[in-house]
Every structure is written in structure tokens, then in C-alpha cells.
């Protein structure tokens, strides 16, 4: 054959044109399977008068009315055939031919009703155990944030030793100060813009009713460099957040104003007290915007030049020395992370430079680790929070585990399907003889299983439903995942469980259809019994199948031993309190414009009164809840101990009331607990833990030895400040 | 019947398209009637497969259908040849006359290789 070879027919067809031509045809054909019905009437009515013509025409040439007609039946070919071709031609046959067999599987289901639902109900709980699954990976590590071009964020970290005041809404994670970002964000090149913001917890009240909230300080940009837009009213904007303390300004979160307000338009303009502090609605969020962030959703955004006015016992905004901002940008068009890390490294060397001024009598190891500092930037498009790290693995394991559980049902319902496969071969053997080809047969089988996984993942839906709530319900709160995963099934889930269902419906079908269209024609027609012995292969396959499902068991029994082994180990640590009979809550006076001195007499009534309720045995106090997943930690001298160079002695701490640990059950080893006699007045005294005791004081007597606490800055939750410094007891 | 010849797979389409050109506006039955006439019923046409071809050209846009009564007040569908079908049959009778010059060349004999 030459290059020169041409099409035989020599027709040049336009490309184009045939395109057009076969996407106009495709189109009404579609149209041909939607109108099946009236189409199929004027088809008959067509070849009713086309028979009529042609009867006319026979009878004009002579023959009787019986023979005209049959010969012009005879002439058409039949009028059924006919039809059978022109529907074909008219619609997509593959469609015609699902439907007929989609027909066929449900008469056949239906018939064996047992059979039929436990299959469904098998297939369900493996289907459903795997959607509720895959809907929490799903929001939890792989939706983006609902924001304008995720993938262009990026948060901004700076690791290193610090002096002063440091705090973060991730833990572990670094923080800058406000000047450095202002002066940032005046400096920086690679991105469109840089943002700042900070969750608080916050008192919020309204029409004199209070409640506990998350409060989210931002820049004024913050809305803008999203690309977030109101649900109503405005957002925040560079000229709300110019003037420290100047901006009485707030948006509610979109969950906030329809749970709180009922999505009533009429808040606008309000006010609300933010740690009492007059704050006018200015508008609400976006729906289903939270923030930046992953979990722990804010209620309320105020600008971050109102954080001091917000902040009771909080001067920090202007101090370099305070870091606790973070921080995001939005990366220039063109510009790469790699790129853009290097560019801001240059305004902030100097920003570092500059914190190194501030530092006090630093070692020249701390200086030089300090000046190491440097920014790296951490891709944004899946929103910044430690939820990966702390849900990714457990999450992918489960998610393993379930697939499992979906292969052992696929295993189950494979066997069931060879056994019917067996006992319908001469169903099988009778339809082969009626010229049904083996792609038809597998066809069909393969459409039975589909629409038994079909069925299956729906009922599956509802058990996803409970599973997730189960899930959710059983977890302890506070672990940021409820919020995020609160959201149910949505449309991709919904997806998900389609796919996922046919998918087992092929996994589970295929080798059954192909076993059983593989009948050996004769012997089972002559079979009256309709019993087929079943080939080597058939047995062989079904043994596989049946080893395969033991031993995921098995894995399955294994993971679940040492996961009740593991719980029952973590049951049986001692916490050092004793749990039953203990309720606790929390108050923030604070927050609410208390006084140091106020707070103080609120703690004292409040634990009278409640001592007073019948029942009530103890009543204690302590600003750190116990097993509230918070701590606060501080560096301090001890006395008599010195801490190896370059090293401080460091510990958590915790205020707590008179006769806190004989309340929460925990037995003093020596020493006394607290007072009343302990006030703010009197000298200071602490408790300490045996461990503390074991590292600075070892096979000593521990009490009556002074430590010195730095407790400026130690963290802002001030709920009961009134027992300060403490002097050295013991306890275990 | 049985020594006509039936209409080649292909060509039914042109001659279809051809009738409704020259006769214009027809039912079914007469454009297999005229195609066997003209073929001077050497030709027969399997009216079963007549309808699906009718169907095909209707989708494609080459032709359009509309009840009505036919000669002999008979409820039929008649179909009419549109102008993308006009054009079509253009090219379809140009492609079809070059095929046959073609195969003219090739059979005659002597006229082979030049």
C-alpha cells in the first residue's frame, strides 16, 4: 500500500460537517428514547397505512381482499421485525437492551424474594460502612476550602526559639507578632495580599443572653483575599481594621446567624456584645465559609485592631515581643511557592533583625538559632489545622478496615451467585438454545448484580447516615472533627456510593456470569433434574473465594483484638482522679468585664451555693479544667536547684480553689491542699506533683522549699486568678 | 421475486433522497413503489428495512415527515426533502457518479493502464 492510499469510495467527507450531522442524529435519538411511547404509536400507525396502500394497490390488481393483505405483510417482512429494526435505529439499542434487562433482573429478584434481601442487606452494610467512611475522609482531608482558587494560599510558619509571649490556635504551630505582620505585609512582593488572624473564645451576647463563642480576629483584608462575599450586609474591609481599638464592627458566621438569629435579614445594624464590648452586625459570611482554618468554626470576625479593646488583661497589639498572629497570603499569578518562601525571606531577615534588637541578654547559641529564623510556606488549598495529622491515619485505616469488610461481602455474595449460577443452567442452557449469545448471558448476569448493589447502596445511604452519626456521637467532644464532618452526605458522597456499588456489583458478578453462561448445552438440557455437576474450575474458584474470605476475616478479628486489647489498656491507667460522681463546667466572668477582685467573690458564692444543693458533697475551682484537653505551662526557679545550662525548668501549671484535690479524689502523699485561708493576701503556696518533686528535689523533703513562678503572659483564659503564687506541698 | 435484484446496502438512502427530489412530498410506500418502477422493477425494495432508512434521514435533518392523506384518502405519513437533504443528495450523486466513472474505467477493456 502506498502513503497515496485513499479511501476506496473516494468520497471526501468534511469532518466538520459529519460531526454536526451525527451529534444532530445522536440528539434525536435521545429524544426517540424519551418519547418511547407516542413514537412506538405513530410507528404502528405508519405501517398500518402503509399496509393499507399497499392492500389497495394488490386488490386493484386483482386479488382478494385475504391475499392482498397477506401479501403485503409478507412484502414488509413482517411487521414486528420491522419494528424490532426501526426502534434500533430510533433510540441507543444498548439503552433499549439495559431496560429490557433491567426489567428482567427485577422480575427475577423479585421471584427470590429471601434470596434478594439478604443480599441487599448484606451489600448494604458494606456499602453503607464504606460511604460513612469515605464521607469524613472526605471532609475531613480532601474537600478544599470553600474560598476563590485554594490552591493559590499559602500559610506562613517561622519556627525558632523565642523570647516573650507566645501563643497559636494550632498547637504546634508558630505565630508572628502584629507590628512584623503590618510591617510584612507593607514589604512583601510574592503575594497579592497578606493576612492575618487569630481565633479568641469570646463571650458573645445578645439581647441580654450570653454565650460562649469563638471570636476570629482578622485582618482587614482577610474577606477580600478569600474571596469571600457576604451572605448579607457587608464584610470587613482595610478601613475597619485602621485604628487600633477605633472599629466596633462584627460579621456573624453564616451557621451562626440561622442558628442563633434564624437567618433574620434584621440583624443588620444590631449590636452585640463581644467580652462586652458594643459591636454593630455589620453582615454575615458566606454559607458554608468557617475560615481559614480547619475546625473549630468562629461565630463572630471582628478586625484585629480591636483585639486589646476585646481583651481583657491583654496589651500585645503593639509589643514585638508578643507573637500569637497567623498568618496567610494569596500567591501572585505565575508565582511559585519555592519562589515566593525566597522572596519574603528578604523583608523578613530584616523584621528578624530588628526582634534581635528586642531580645533580653540572649546566650549566643539562643542568638544564633534565633537568627536562623525563616519563613516557610505550607500549600493552603485544603485549609490550615492539624486535623490531617491528627485524623489522617486513623481516618485511612478505618477506611481500609471497611473496604474489608466490603470484599468479605463481596466474597459472600460471589459464592451465592455461583451457587444460583449452578442451579440456573438450565434456565441458562434453555436461553443459549433460543440464541441468546454469552455476551448476552453476561450481560444479564452482570445487570442482576448491578441492580442488587444498586439496591444494596441505597439502603447502604441510610446505614452511612447512622454510621456517621454513630461515629460522630461516640467520639469526645471538643476534637474538632464535629464540626467539620457535621455536614452529612452530600452530593459526592452520594456518588461515591454509586460508584462504589457497581463497582462491587462487577467485582461480586463477573466470574459467576461467566461461569454460569459456560454451560455445557446438551448435558443440562438433557438433565431433567436441571442439576449440573458443577467443572473443576467452577469448585476451584468457589474454594478461592471461600480461603480468601477467611483470611480477611481473620485480619479483620486480629485488628479488632488488638484494638479492644488497647482499649482496655487505656481503661485501666489512673487518671489520679476519680471520675464517677464528678461533674464539671466552665464560666468566663472575664469576658464579661469582671474584675479581677469580682471574679474572685463570683468563684467564692458560686461554690457556697452549689455546696448548699442537696447531694452535692465537694465543690472546688481551677482556671484550667481537668481532662479539658487545655494546659498552660511556664518556665521557673526552684529553689536549690540549677537547671543545666542552655536548659530551663519548665512545667504545666494550674490554678486551682480550696479543697480542689480532694474533690477531683486525688490523695495528697504529704502536705496540705489549699484553703480558704490561702487568699490572694496571704503568702503563696503551691502544690506539686510527685514527677516535679523526682526532677528538682530529689531524696529530699520538698516542703517549705520556695520556687519562683514567671507566670506574666502565661496564657489569657484569666477564669479564676485568685490564688496566686503558691509555696512547695507535695501529693502524689 | 426472487431474480430481482435487492437495493444495495448504501444506495437506497440516495434513491430515496432523489424520489422526494422529484416527486416531491411522498408516503413511504409510494417511494419504494416509484423506486421499484423507475428501476423498471428490476430492483426490489425490502420494505422492512425501508422505514429505518426513512428514520435515519429524518434524524440527520436530510428529510421531514408530516401526516396527511394520501392519494386514495388514506391516512400516511408523507416525507419531504429539506435543504440540507437537497444539498446532500448534490453530493451524494457527484460521489456516486465518480465511483461509477471509476469503476467504468476499471472494467472496460483496454482502457486499464495508459
Given amino acids: ?732 | 421475486m426472487g431474480e430481482k435484484a435487492d437495493v444495495w446496502q448504501g444506495t437506497l438512502a440516495l434513491m430515496v433522497l432523489k424520489t422526494l427530489e422529484t416527486l416531491g412530498p411522498l408516503h413511504g410506500y409510494g417511494i419504494a413503489r416509484r423506486i421499484e418502477q423507475t428501476s423498471g422493477d428490476l430492483l426490489s425494495v425490502n420494505y422492512g428495512t425501508l422505514y429505518p432508512a426513512l428514520l435515519k434521514l429524518e434524524q440527520e435533518g436530510y428529510i421531514t415527515s408530516e401526516w396527511g392523506v394520501s392519494a386514495n384518502n388514506r391516512k400516511a405519513k408523507f416525507y419531504r426533502l429539506t435543504r440540507a437533504g437537497r444539498k446532500q443528495l448534490g453530493r451524494e450523486a457527484r460521489a456516486w457518479d465518480q465511483t461509477t466513472a471509476i469503476l467504468a474505467r476499471f472494467l472496460s477493456p483496454g482502457e486499464g493502464r495508459s
Fill in chain 1, 1 to 732: 500500500m502506498g502513503s497515496n492510499h485513499r479511501d476506496p469510495r473516494a468520497v471526501p467527507v468534511t469532518g466538520g460537517r459529519a460531526v454536526v450531522r451525527r451529534l444532530r442524529a445522536a440528539a434525536r435519538r435521545l429524544r426517540g428514547l424519551l418519547r418511547r411511547r407516542s413514537l412506538d404509536r405513530e410507528l404502528a400507525e405508519e405501517l398500518e397505512s402503509h399496509l393499507q396502500l399497499h392492500v389497495d394497490d394488490n386488490i386493484r390488481g386483482g386479488m382478494t381482499p385475504e391475499d392482498a393483505r397477506r401479501h403485503a405483510v409478507l412484502a414488509l417482512g413482517g411487521i414486528e421485525q420491522t419494528k424490532e429494526r426501526y426502534r434500533d435505529r430510533r433510540g441507543f439499542r444498548l439503552f433499549d437492551q439495559l431496560a429490557q434487562d433491567l426489567g428482567y433482573a427485577g422480575r427475577l429478584l423479585r421471584r427470590n424474594a429471601g434470596f434478594t434481601a439478604i443480599a441487599i442487606l448484606t451489600l448494604a452494610l458494606g456499602i453503607g460502612a464504606n460511604t460513612a467512611i469515605f464521607s469524613l475522609l472526605d471532609q475531613v482531608l480532601l474537600r478544599t476550602l470553600p474560598v476563590e482558587a485554594p490552591d493559590q494560599l499559602v500559610y506562613l510558619y517561622s519556627d525558632g526559639p523565642w523570647q516573650g509571649s507566645t501563643s497559636s490556635d494550632e498547637p504546634g504551630g508558630s505565630s508572628f507578632s502584629y507590628p512584623l505582620f503590618r510591617e510584612l505585609q507593607k514589604s512583601q512582593t510574592p503575594f497579592v495580599g497578606l493576612a492575618g488572624a487569630r481565633d479568641r473564645l469570646a463571650s458573645l451576647a445578645f439581647e441580654n443572653h450570653a454565650s460562649h463563642g469563638r471570636t476570629r480576629f482578622v485582618s482587614g483584608n482577610y474577606f477580600d483575599l478569600l474571596g469571600v462575599h457576604p451572605a448579607i450586609g457587608r464584610l470587613l474591609t482595610e478601613d475597619d481594621d485602621r485604628t487600633p481599638g477605633a472599629h466596633s464592627v462584627a460579621v456573624l458566621s453564616y451557621a451562626y446567624w440561622s442558628s442563633r438569629f434564624a437567618e433574620d435579614v434584621s440583624v443588620l445594624n444590631q449590636t452585640i456584645l463581644v467580652n462586652n464590648v458594643p459591636m454593630a452586625i455589620v453582615g454575615v459570611a458566606q454559607k458554608g465559609f468557617k475560615s481559614e482554618r480547619v475546625g473549630d468554626p468562629p461565630e463572630v470576625y471582628v478586625p484585629i485592631s480591636m483585639r486589646e479593646a476585646l481583651t481583657p488583661d491583654w496589651e500585645g497589639l503593639a509589643d514585638r515581643k508578643h507573637i500569637w498572629l497567623t498568618m496567610f497570603g494569596r500567591l501572585k499569578p505565575g508565582m511559585t511557592r519555592e519562589r515566593a518562601e525566597r522572596e519574603i525571606n528578604v523583608p523578613y531577615r530584616m523584621q528578624v533583625e530588628q526582634d534581635i534588637q528586642l531580645l533580653d541578654h540572649p546566650s549566643d547559641d539562643f542568638l544564633e538559632r534565633f537568627r536562623a529564623r525563616r519563613i516557610t510556606l505550607e500549600p493552603g488549598q485544603y485549609g490550615r489545622g492539624t486535623l490531617d495529622d491528627q485524623w489522617g491515619a486513623p481516618l485511612f485505616l478505618l477506611m481500609g478496615l471497611t473496604l474489608l469488610v466490603l470484599l468479605i461481602a463481596c466474597a459472600n455474595m460471589a459464592n451465592l451467585q455461583l451457587a444460583r449460577g449452578t442451579a440456573r443452567a438450565r434456565e441458562v442452557a434453555v436461553r443459549t438454545a433460543m440464541g441468546a449469545s454469552r455476551m448476552q448471558l453476561v450481560r444479564q448476569f452482570l445487570t442482576e448484580s448491578c441492580l442488587l448493589a444498586v439496591a444494596g447502596g441505597a439502603l447502604g445511604i441510610i446505614v452511612a447516615y447512622w454510621t456517621q452519626h454513630a461515629i460522630l456521637v461516640s467520639l469526645p467532644p471538643g476534637m474538632g472533627i464535629q464540626d467539620l464532618a457535621s455536614a452529612g452526605l452530600d452530593g459526592r458522597v452520594l456518588f461515591f456510593c454509586l460508584g462504589l456499588s457497581l463497582l462491587t456489583g462487577i467485582l461480586f458478578g463477573l466470574v459467576p456470569a461467566l461461569q454460569a453462561s459456560n454451560t455445557d448445552l446438551t448435558s443440562s438440557l438433557k438433565d431433567q433434574a436441571g442439576q449440573v455437576s458443577s467443572t473443576g474450575r467452577a469448585n476451584s474458584f468457589r474454594k478461592t473465594v471461600v480461603m480468601a474470605q477467611v483470611a480477611v476475616s481473620l485480619l479483620l478479628l486480629i485488628s479488632a483484638g488488638l484494638f479492644v486489647n488497647t482499649l482496655v489498656n487505656v481503661a485501666r491507667i489512673d487518671p489520679g482522679i476519680r471520675a464517677d460522681h464528678l461533674m464539671t463546667f466552665s464560666i468566663g466572668p472575664k469576658l464579661n468585664g469582671y474584675t479581677d477582685q469580682r471574679v474572685a467573690q463570683l468563684h467564692e458564692q458560686l461554690t457556697d451555693q452549689l455546696a448548699q444543693i442537696p447531694g452535692v458533697t465537694l465543690v472546688s475551682s481551677a482556671r484550667t479544667g481537668t481532662i479539658s484537653g487545655n494546659t498552660t505551662g511556664t518556665s521557673f526557679n526552684v529553689e536549690g536547684y540549677t537547671p543545666p545550662s542552655g536548659d530551663t525548668a519548665d512545667s504545666l501549671y494550674n490554678y486551682v480553689g480550696a479543697g480542689y484535690f480532694r474533690t477531683m479524689g486525688t490523695p495528697l502523699v504529704a502536705g496540705r491542699e489549699f484553703t480558704r485561708a490561702d487568699h490572694a493576701s496571704a503568702p503563696p503556696v503551691a502544690v506539686v506533683n510527685e514527677e516535679f518533686v523526682r526532677q528538682f528535689v530529689p531524696n529530699q523533703n520538698p516542703l517549705g522549699r520556695h520556687i519562683e513562678i514567671d507566670i506574666e503572659g502565661a496564657g489569657a483564659n484569666d477564669d479564676c486568678r485568685h490564688c496566686d503564687e503558691c509555696q512547695v506541698r507535695a501529693h502524689a
